[in-house]
């Protein structure tokens, strides 16, 4: 099994994924009080799985208990990772509580302390409900399902002693190839503490000159044989640090990008970003995709001649990053949220959490050279007061983490935002065309795409926001896989492919846009109450792939353009 990045130590890393003990428990009391050390899991799910994507939890709110068993050497500690799930967790390891989780789609880890049991029993306790005194991220309304469950990869690893437990590397320049490297140690380190590292497969070596303070190694170096990373050519470096006998591998490109005004540049080329809004999803497991889906779904990106994805709504699963990496396609990364408005920005808990996401999803993301622009919160009420201390806290919080990225975040309310001078890249959702002005209006839909979107940038000018650049970062329309209609109706593919083109032209043909995120790669799954009214299926069709990723004609018309 390949596995993926960060890598450690091979004999010293299991993967948990497989097949769980699982009891569903239903609309239960509120899992802090619970204990599932007595539960009796006599079913099976799959992890990565969604217990509500199996056909007979359908649609159902409640606790689940998951069990599994790891082996450990006696008297070793060891970390557990959790690569995402959903939507609330606690987590047991031998019966004790070892933590809370409450930011769906991140990465969980917890250190293990060390046993004499060589079989340790691990249980993750999950959540679905959306419960109202529960701020989550999210609010239920959203438009995309929110399953519970282990969504990707469950990681082991053994500790020897203190290892290094992440890395970032930041380039420092290209040319001289020079990078910044910071590793954190699980522990404290003692002041002697030697670090080697290699890049690529060179033997490793002393580091030099490292700073070093409690858990933390920082040092300079510069890449042996150093390739630019860019989306033609993604040539990509290894870098090894070594404790003692243990190994961690992270992966990372050597390429910069840089704000000119309103042009946004890759290792000084100015970008025309084209892709689209892809969600984490398959009609028949949810959030958790299979190898084989992932692994697809990038070709299928590739097809559409796109350079660009919007990972939207959510940190994105770290197998599809990896590939981005691979295949030179670039990413707008952004964390969980939607219908954010005043009750959550006056909520501290919320707003901790919120921040705590999105620092952990720019760490956990450094080194992807994939990633071009962080975001946060989608569509939140922008207009509300209450939401611009939130926004400079965000924003000051993903520089703190990482200041050579731009900075964005998706509005729906561009006339009336309020934070918009805070974003190095405005990002603007709109839907002219879909959502039109019909009722009693003599434009036609289609007719209405291009006034508005000119509107829209001439208030950015007016406003002084076009010293920036530009993203529509969502635009589409529904189309039913399959229903062809002479008169171009809406959801009709042939009104998809109208729309579509539309948008394409006047995004090649405009120099002020420069990035487009068509809404959206494929079909998902939402909710299948009264919204199922105005989306057909209980999906959302705006896909130009059906949830099983048939293309439709729109499909073609992006490539084309
Ligand atoms: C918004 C939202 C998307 C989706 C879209 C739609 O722009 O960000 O998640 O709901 O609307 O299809 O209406």
Redesign the pocket.
């Known amino acids: 099994m390949t596995l993926p990045f960060p890598r450690y130590r091979p004999e010293l890393t299991q993967c948990l994924n497989g097949i769980w003990c699982v009891a569903y428990l239903g609309d239960v009391g509120k899992i802090d009080r619970l204990d599932p050390t007595d539960i009796r899991c006599n079913d099976a799910m799959a992890v990565a799985g969604a217990y509500d994507a199996a056909p007979a939890l359908a649609d159902r709110r409640g606790a689940a208990v998951y069990r599994t068993h790891a082996e450990v050497a006696p008297g070793r500690a060891a970390q557990l990772r959790f690569d995402g799930l959903g939507l609330g967790a606690r987590r047991f390891v031998d019966g004790e509580p070892v933590g809370t989780f409450d930011t769906p789609y991140s990465d969980w880890r917890v250190i293990i302390p060390a046993s004499e049991r060589p079989r340790r029993q691990i249980v993750a306790l999950i959540d679905n409900r959306l419960h109202a005194e529960r701020p989550i991220l999210v609010e239920p309304c959203?438009?995309?399902y929110l399953y519970g469950g282990i969504y990707r990869g469950v990681w082991l690893r053994e500790l020897p002693g203190p290892v290094i437990d992440a890395v970032q590397v930041r380039v420092l320049d290209c040319q001289t190839r020079r990078v910044a490297v910071t590793a954190w140690a699980t522990s404290t380190l003692p002041e002697d503490a030697s670090l080697r590292m290699g890049f690529d497969d060179r033997p490793l070596s002393e580091v030099g000159h490292a700073e070093h303070a409690d858990r933390e190694i920082r040092f300079e170096a510069d890449v042996s044989d150093p390739r630019q990373w860019s989306p033609t050519e993604p040539e990509l470096h290894h870098l090894t640090t070594a404790l003692g006998d243990d190994r961690f591998t992270t992966r990372f490109g050597l390429r910069t990008t840089r704000l000119d005004g309103p042009r946004l540049s890759l290792n000084d080329e100015p970008l025309k970003l084209k892709g689209v809004?892809r969600?984490e999803s398959h009609p028949q497991f949810g959030p958790a995709l299979l190898d084989a889906e992932i692994v697809q779904d990038v070709p299928l990106l590739k097809r559409l001649g796109c350079n660009f994805v919007r990972g939207?709504?959510y940190p994105q699963d770290p197998r599809f990053l990896g590939l981005c990496d691979e295949q030179g396609l670039l990413v707008f990364e952004e964390s969980l949220g939607?219908q954010t408005r005043k009750k959550h920005f006056e909520n501290p808990r919320f707003v901790d959490r919120v921040e705590a996401q999105t620092r952990r999803m720019v760490r956990k993301s450094f080194n992807h050279p994939a990633v071009i622009i962080w975001g946060f919160l989608?569509?939140a009420n922008t207009d509300e007061p209450s939401s611009r201390a939130v926004y400079e806290r965000l924003v000051r919080a993903i520089r703190e983490e990482d200041p050579t990225r731009p900075v964005t975040f998706?509005t729906?309310k561009p006339f009336a935002d309020i934070n918009l001078d805070l974003a190095d890249i405005v990002s603007v959702?709109a839907?002219p065309g879909?959502?039109a002005e019909v009722n009693g209006s003599p434009v036609r839909p289609l007719d209405e795409i291009m006034p508005k979107l000119d509107a829209l940038l001439q208030y950015l000018a007016n406003e002084s926001l076009d010293d920036r650049p530009f993203i529509l970062s969502?635009i589409?329309a529904?189309a039913i896989y399959g229903w062809r209609d002479p008169l171009r109706s809406h959801w009709s593919e042939d009104y998809q492919v109208d729309l579509i083109e539309v948008v394409c032209r006047k995004f090649r043909d405009d120099p002020r846009i420069t990035g487009l995120a068509i809404?959206?790669f494929c079909d998902d799954q939402?909710y299948a109450n009264s919204r199922a009214l105005t989306?057909p299926r209980g999906f959302?069709n705006?896909g130009v792939f059906a949830e099983y990723r048939r293309p439709k004609r729109a499909a073609e018309v992006i490539a084309h353009s």
Do not use: I, P, V
């Open positions: 959203l438009d995309f809004c969600h939207s709504h939607g989608n569509e998706a729906h959702n839907c879909w959502y969502e589409g529904g809404w959206q939402t989306r959302n705006k």
